[in-house]
Every structure is written in structure tokens, then in C-alpha cells.
């Protein structure tokens, strides 16, 4: 199943000329998992060509404007395309007495089912067939959330061939031993999955922080990730207002993506002052090497790990 990772807003506050207010999206297969939700979030779907009828989870970081101003935007323009399936928004609490205020003032009818979820704590926030997504606290000046989505393993690559040596027939057997499942034979030999298949193989993992300032926490949270998107929104020559309006500098996120032993970081969150972000990756990368920074469009692709 692919996994394809979209930046559809990468500004930090304020929108520039280059970049959008934030938003990231996950495509996963046929669904998608939006990463909070900036204004004109749905004029960056329509470039991105990411689609508005899929099935779709949106996951709100904190009750800052830049972060959730695109929610009304979005839900109406899908409303207005005649959207059917649901929309399930995750947020920590206020999100619901924001939408509410929302509709009550607009008035606008939609086509389809918003259920929210409000986050009073930490934890696990959805628990998928496949996947699931937990939350961590973060450390911004308001209650904000890292995300960390996480496919669970996979199952060890099936061998027809170690199957066929023991004797299990092709068809339903082989189908219950690629599930888990374990065969007892007509001569009652117990043939387990591990006897005919590799070893487990892992799922992906992104972690998403929101605005934060670097927090204890993080190094176990994003353990392993394949992929950390951490907010920079000053360089680290001002990482003492950094510190006091609860963001991260450069070389402070590519502390916590070493520290949680991930494989790649991407920058975001960037503050309105810079144009030219060449600084940013410079510090990034003196501590972690494979750095970047990230662009409104920019497209990377997850590839399954064997
Ligand atoms: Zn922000
Ligand atoms: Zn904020």
C-alpha cells in the first residue's frame, strides 16, 4: 500500500507569497489523514489534485487560528461538491465548541457526517485494522498535541514453496497461515505461520508535532520514525524567542529526530520573516544529516520497508 505525504501549507502564523498556513496530508492507499487544517486549505487541495471524496481523518494540533481556520473553509467546499462519506476530526478541547459556534453563525447545511473527537488527554486517538494514531503533549504556549501515525506490523513474507515441503495444500490452508492462523494436520502435526513465512515485517511511522518547543517525551514518541515533520519557525539565532513563544529552532528539532533515532526530518511551521530557509537546513543538518526543509507541493513517497 502506498503512502504518499503531501505539504499543502508549510507557513508558520502568517501566509507568504511562497507558503500556505499549515496543513499536511497523508495519503494512505484510498484514505487520508490531514494534519491540521490552515486557511485556504481547500484551494491547496484543488492544486495539490489530492481529491475532496476520500475517506478522511483530520487531526487538529492545537486551537491556534493558523492551525484550524481551514476546517469551516474545507467542510463547506466538500459540502458544496455534494461530499457523502464522513469526516472524523480529532482536537483537543475547544474544537468542538468551535465548530458548533461555526454552524450556528454560517448556517451552512452539509452533505455528509462530521463526527468529533475531543483529546482531554494523551493516548491512543484512533485504532485502525491497519494503523493507528496516538497523541502526545507537547510543549507550545496553549494544550497542543503531536501526532504519531503508525501502521501495525505486517506479516513475514508467505514461502509457497516451505508450504508445499510440509505438505500444506494449496488453497484455504495456505490463506489461514498467511492470516496467523495456526494449521493442525490430518496426522496432527501443528504447522505454525513462522514455519512457512518470514519474519514480521514493520509498519511506517510519522510523526507530526504541531508547534512545540522541544519536550522530554518526544525521543520515545518518535522512536524509529520513517519520517519526523517537525516545526522550525525561527533559525536558531533566535531561539530565545523561539523559546518563549513555544516553538523549536532547527537545531533543536534535529536534536529530537536524533535523539528518536528517525530516518528523515522535514521542516515546517516556517515563520514569515524568512524567504530564503538555506539557514535552516545548514543547522539542521550539522546534527542530522538527512534534513529538509519543506516547500508548499512538496510530495514525498513512503516506501514499504521489507
Ligand atoms: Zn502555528
Ligand atoms: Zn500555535
Not at 133 to 148: D, E, G, K, M
Request: with cysteine.
Amino acid at each position: 500500500m502506498s503512502i504518499h505525504v503531501t505539504f499543502l501549507g508549510t507557513a508558520g502564523a502568517i501566509p507568504t507569497n511562497q507558503r500556505s498556513l499549515p496543513a499536511v496530508l497523508v495519503q494512505r492507499g484510498n484514505e487520508q489523514l490531514m494534519f491540521d487544517c490552515g486557511e485556504a486549505v481547500q484551494r491547496q487541495m484543488v492544486k495539490a489534485k489530492v481529491g475532496f471524496h476520500k475517506k478522511l481523518k483530520i487531526l487538529i494540533t492545537h486551537m491556534h487560528g493558523d492551525h484550524v481556520l481551514g476546517l469551516p473553509g474545507l467542510l463547506q467546499t466538500m459540502a458544496l461538491m455534494d461530499r457523502q462519506k464522513p469526516v472524523q476530526i480529532y482536537g483537543p478541547v475547544g474544537v468542538v465548541q468551535f465548530l458548533k459556534c461555526l454552524q450556528e453563525t454560517l448556517q451552512f447545511a452539509l452533505t455528509f457526517e462530521v463526527e468529533i473527537h475531543e483529546l482531554s488527554a494523551p493516548g491512543i486517538v484512533c485504532d485502525e485494522e491497519e494503523y493507528t494514531v496516538t497523541a502526545a503533549l507537547s510543549n507550545h504556549v496553549v494544550p497542543s498535541f503531536a501526532y504519531c501515525f503508525a501502521e501495525k506490523p505486517r506479516a513475514g513474507r508467505f514461502h509457497p514453496e516451505k508450504a508445499k515441503a510440509l505438505g500444506v495444500a494449496e488453497g484455504q490452508a495456505w490463506s489461514k497461515l498467511q492470516h496467523g492462523e495456526t494449521l493442525t494436520m490430518a496426522d496432527g502435526r501443528k504447522i505454525q505461520p513462522a514455519d512457512v513465512s518470514g519474519p514480521i515485517r514493520k509498519g511506517r511511522k510519522i510523526v507530526y508535532t504541531g508547534d512545540t518547543r522541544p519536550f522530554a517525551e518526544f525521543a520515545g514518541f518518535a522512536a524509529g520514525a520513517d519520517l519526523v515533520i517537525h516545526e522550525a519557525t525561527f533559525d536558531d539565532s533566535l531561539a530565545e524567542k523561539a523559546l518563549v513563544d513555544g516553538h523549536s529552532t532547527p537545531s533543536q528539532a534535529a536534536e529530537e529526530a536524533k535523539a528518536a533515532d528517525a530516518k528523515s526530518l522535514v521542516l515546517t511551521h516556517v515563520s514569515a520573516r524568512y524567504t530564503d530557509t538555506s539557514i535552516f537546513l545548514e543547522q539542521a543538518k550539522k546534527i542530522f544529516t538527512n534534513a529538509s526543509v519543506a516547500e508548499d507541493f512538496l510530495k514525498l513517497e513512503l516506501p514499504l520497508p521489507e
